[in-house]
């Protein structure tokens, strides 16, 4: 477990990469502070010891008026520094927030799917969002120096008096402190099981506001239900959250005990050195102050570790988010420039060799010792029920997963060797839940800004796909912020968003998913030439769109079981065979109907 000081450390040093001023106000106000309280103990001490003087109506006056000065001063100073600070911590969030969305847009998609790290995401966002504890970090970093200097500075005066009244304080503060270091431990236990209940009511906000889940909310009565699962989550929170809390009152309510009895012995003591005349009223004076000084500093000091407690657990969390290695599994170095351009001359072989995957903590392999090997420019379909391994296997060839045995080669190169951002490049991937931002279209197809856009590379995109028209007309065209395309719109977008970025190796899940038969067909005659001097891996569950394809795997259970061109499984007569057959004669239903119904319209 990474310590409290190390937490505060890493704070602080953050502070300082954002605003130098809120580095430096975490240390300047103990002088301020500490020194402001020694001189309002110091002044009626003074006042007394003046009159018990006999000294000048008007010297007296001056002095004090002095002290008073100093002491407004002194405050202001201090207050100044940590007002920067509460007001200037909404900014270090910020700076926290943007590294964390760095950190999560680089690390290893295979990582954002490990239920580890989707825990230790969870309660990241939800430290986040919980943005004063930061502004308490950042406030409690002066006051805990301050309690050290306040407590080394009068507990050194009051031990010329009483080594006993220093001992107490002490021991107080021990006991207090080890009390919050058993909290402490149970907090961050307790508070790891946050994340959990955090990311059930976020997909409840989520599928709540969502207009598509909205539909079947409504059509089957669902409201209920949701709100029963949000209120479970909320009272499972609220249950850890009370543990926490309960434990932090028994220890204030034990302070409080160790407090009294301190006191109540400082006030005895100094009581009974004034009444056998060993202390002058200006020393008993000086000497009460000193000691509540103490107390109070003490006070401050366990209070605001007590505090910082869980932003500790909270920057923990951070530490260990922005600690995660972006890219395991990948070369630093990369096959360089020259390796690069050659591959990309030659074409794209993929090769699998004994490739299994088994997902973290599942008893069974989704894929097993496959075998593959896909040649530079071939067509290749890959075919499957729901659960066969496909996406698995496409995910694996984007590199977002590290087979759990075996390796892929590119043109004989393993995977591995290859830096990330190298691999990227040579793969366009049209996925079936692909996401358009809330930006230009232009943005969109191709991810550049307009000074750095191939229009031409974009235009052959955009007449391959069929989006072409719809693309030409928008009164901005290009420049037309994103808007609600229909399901096929979207499909082409995302198809010429595929061909725009002009990679060797091309793979298309369920490209036509959403495509009307006419506009699936049109597709199809564009495919080859679209398709021209790519390496392509094509995914489908139609069967009869996999037809145009040099070679057609169907998989089922992770294993590859057929192999072949759409006539040569056919005249198997296996596994494809009937699958083709029962959607052959589902589609000629479905268009027996359709004609029915047109010519009952007629």
Not at 476 to 494: N, P, Y
Request: proline share 3%; glycine share 6%.
């Amino acid at each position: 477990m990474i310590d409290w000081f190390s937490n505060i450390l890493f704070n602080t040093k953050a502070s300082k990469a954002w605003d130098p001023k809120l580095f430096y106000y975490q240390f300047l106000p103990v002088l301020p502070n500490v020194t402001a309280t020694y001189l309002g103990v110091l002044l009626p001490a003074e006042l007394v010891r003046g009159l018990e003087s006999h000294w000048d109506f008007r010297m007296l006056l001056i002095y004090i008026l002095i002290l008073s000065f100093c002491i407004c001063l002194l405050n202001i100073a201090d207050r100044g520094m940590q007002e920067y600070l509460y007001r200037n911590y909404p900014t270090l969030v910020m700076y926290y927030e943007k590294n964390c969305y760095r950190k999560i847009m680089n690390l290893n998609y295979g990582m954002l799917e490990d239920p580890s790290v989707s825990g230790l995401i969870g309660n990241t966002w939800n430290v986040l969002r919980n943005e004063f504890g930061f502004r308490n970090a950042l406030c409690a970093v002066p006051k805990i120096l301050s309690g050290m200097a306040g407590i080394l500075w009068y507990g050194s005066l009051i031990a010329q008096k009483s080594f006993l009244i220093l001992i107490l304080t002490v021991v107080n503060a021990l006991f207090a402190g080890l009390f919050m270091a058993l909290l402490r431990k149970k907090h961050q236990r307790l508070h790891e099981k946050v994340g959990t209940y955090s990311r059930k009511t976020s997909y409840i906000n989520r599928q709540a506001m969502d207009k598509q889940a909205g539909k079947d909310i409504r059509m089957y009565q669902m409201t209920g239900w949701f709100l029963k699962k949000y209120d479970r989550a909320l009272s499972d929170m609220d249950s850890i959250f009370r543990q926490i809390h309960n434990g932090y009152f028994l220890r204030s309510a034990g302070d409080a005990a160790l407090t009294l009895l301190t006191n109540g012995f400082t006030y005895f003591y100094l009581i009974s050195l004034l009444i056998k005349g060993e202390m002058t009223a200006s020393a008993f004076v000086l000497y009460i102050g000193l000691a509540g000084s103490l107390f109070n500093y003490s006070s401050l000091l366990m209070n605001e570790l007590l505090v910082l407690n869980p932003v500790c657990v909270s920057v923990t969390y951070i530490r260990q988010f922005l600690a995660l290695p972006e890219s395991p599994g990948w070369s630093e170095k990369g096959i360089g420039k020259e390796r690069m351009e050659k591959l990309k001359e030659q074409g794209v072989q993929v090769e699998l060799k004994n490739v299994s995957y088994s997902y973290p903590g599942a008893a069974k392999a989704v894929l097993s010792h496959l075998h593959l090997t896909i040649s530079p420019g071939e067509k290749l379909a890959l075919i499957g029920l729901n659960g066969a391994g496909k996406t698995t296997l496409v995910k694996l060839l984007c590199g977002f997963y590290r087979p759990t045995e075996g390796e892929i080669l590119l043109n004989g190169i393993p995977v591995s060797d290859f830096g990330r951002e190298e691999y990227y490049t040579l793969i366009a991937v049209l996925f079936q839940d692909s996401a358009l931002l809330p930006m230009t279209l232009d943005f969109n197809l191709t991810g550049k800004s307009p000074e750095h856009i191939d229009y031409n590379r974009l235009e052959k995109a955009l007449l391959l796909s069929g989006f072409h028209e719809k693309y030409h007309s928008l009164p901005r065209k290009g420049e037309t912020l994103l808007t609600d395309f229909s399901g096929g719109e979207k499909q082409k977008l995302l198809f010429a968003k595929t061909l725009y970025k002009d990679a060797p190796l091309m793979i298309l899940d369920e490209p036509a998913a959403a495509l009307d038969p006419i506009a699936e067909n049109e597709m199809y005659l564009k495919f080859d030439e679209a398709a021209k001097g790519r390496t392509c891996l094509y995914i489908s569950h139609r069967l009869s769109s996999t037809r145009f394809c040099d070679r057609i795997l169907l998989m089922e259970d992770g294993a590859i079981m057929e192999e072949g061109t759409h006539e040569e499984l056919i005249a198997r007569g296996d596994r494809y065979a009937r699958l083709f057959e029962v959607q052959s004669k589902y589609y000629k239903e479905q268009e027996a109907r359709r004609r029915k119904s047109a010519l009952m319209e007629q």
